[in-house]
């Protein structure tokens, strides 16, 4: 794969002839500076998040994609896995530590989602500084309203203090989940970068320290095989790339040299889950090393054999735990304990404050909402590090295409960077 597929007359981002998925639909502009969106490369015609206008994002299945998945929609998936170039994009929405910068974003903030949350109580509040004064005297501590709001903000200032200390605690966990799955995409990365290196470090040389044609062969072989590789971790653990998992959109990938007729014929001949694809590529990789080492277009000590071995584990490894840690990303009882209090803390809020407050308390629960409902949706978001739900408008999930662009480009560049040795060396 010499340079990127690109397309010659569509454009995505142009036709509008495709529905977008409910993440991009509220979006007004992808230009803001600062956002993710601006990293767009008008020359290869795809945004830098996970989805682009063309792909519909639900939770549609295989098979149900199978039927109704549409050539833009694959045709669009493809385009952020395609490229192979450096300049990759970012892997989350940048950040500034300058304060007036940080106060004029928008998207991705917990104001953008936050906002509503925030006006829907302070309705509220108003409503009850409306009525609580045709009710009774709030001022009278012997009136029945004025004794209920005094004893009803006493009990509500003890699950203030309570929410706040688990909702901290709440954010710092889903913080670590996400920071979790981010360290596992890296992992997943670097153990394939490994591979790539030794393969390229031990392959056989001509008297001009130049790849052999077999040893050429080989790691161009591999280094495809590394590609489709992270094509297929995604396409497993997100919905944006589950389409790829589909018939129509493997041979796509093969029109557009994404990945060759053999592997994907290989793969229509295994009795798997579209799931374990990445493992049967794992082991393509290791049975293609070991043939390399018996023909001779590997050259290596033993201690070579056990360090490459022992990366393609840990390959297998992390992408397992990449399962698992979405699998059981917080027990539903944790999540509902922390969702009802929050709640309750809020909707109890106008009469808690009105006591003390009176017509400020609708500003007061204002202010409380932003933070307080903005730290549970921010601890939401986090526990959906692939985006996977629809929830929040992707605030912060992890832009997938970048990892896999990545990896495409890494596949390449130390089997280029030791394609030929200094005169001498040898």
């Known amino acids: 794969l010499s340079k990127p597929w690109v397309p010659a007359a569509t454009n995505h981002r142009e036709s509008g002839t495709v529905k977008m998925g409910a993440k991009q639909s509220r979006r007004a502009s992808f230009i803001e500076l600062g956002d993710v969106e601006s990293n767009l490369r008008a020359t290869m015609l795809h945004s830098s998040r996970n989805m682009v206008l063309g792909v519909v994002v639900n939770d549609r299945t295989i098979d149900e994609l199978e039927e109704s998945a549409t050539q833009e929609e694959i045709d669009a998936t493809i385009d952020l896995i395609a490229p192979m170039y450096s300049d990759q994009g970012r892997v989350i929405r940048h ?3 300058h304060r007036a ?7 991705g903030t917990v104001f953008q989602y936050g906002l509503k949350t925030a006006a829907s109580f302070m309705a509220l509040a108003a409503f009850v500084s409306f009525i609580v ?3 009774g005297d709030p001022e009278d501590g012997d009136d029945s309203v004025g004794y209920c709001l005094r004893a009803f903000n006493l009990v509500w200032k003890y699950v203030l203090t309570l929410t706040t200390f688990i909702l901290a605690f709440f954010l710092n966990q889903s913080y670590a989940l996400w920071r979790d799955a981010y360290n596992l995409s890296r992992a997943l990365q670097d153990r394939a970068s490994d591979l790539s290196m030794l393969l390229a470090t ?8 130049k790849y052999t044609p077999e040893a050429k062969k080989l790691n161009d072989e591999i280094a495809s095989a590394m590609r489709f590789f992270f094509a297929m971790v995604y396409a497993s ?4 790339f589950r389409i790829l998992h589909t018939d129509r959109a493997l041979e796509r990938m093969v029109e557009r040299d994404v990945t060759t007729q053999e592997i994907v014929d290989a793969l229509h001949d295994l009795s798997i889950e579209p799931a374990d694809r990445v493992f049967a590529i794992i082991e393509w990789i290791i049975i293609k090393f070991r043939l390399a080492r018996e023909n001779g277009t590997l050259k290596g000590t033993p201690g070579f054999d056990g360090q490459y071995l022992s990366n393609a584990l840990n390959l297998r490894s992390s992408y397992s735990a990449f399962g698992n840690l979405l699998s059981a990303r917080i027990p539903l009882a ?13 909707f109890s809020a106008p009469l808690a404050c009105y006591k003390e407050m009176g017509y400020f308390s609708i500003v007061a629960v204002g202010i409380l909402s932003i933070f307080f409902a903005g730290l549970l949706d921010l601890s939401k978001v986090m526990l959906d590090p692939l985006d996977n739900e629809d929830y929040c408008d992707g605030a912060i999930d992890l832009n997938v295409g970048v990892f896999i662009r990545e990896s495409n480009n890494a596949s390449v560049k ?3 960077g030791a394609e030929r040795l200094p005169s001498g060396w040898l």
């Open 414 to 416: 130390f089997y280029k």
């Open 133 to 135: 004064p045709l009710l």
């Open 101 to 107: 910068w940080l106060w004029r974003r928008w998207y």
């Open 334 to 346: 944790y999540g509902h304990f922390v969702q009802i209090m929050v709640d309750v803390l809020l």
């Open 202 to 209: 031990h392959s056989d040389r001509d008297g001009n320290g």
């Open 237 to 240: 653990e997100t919905r944006a």
């Open 95 to 97: 950040y500034r530590p």
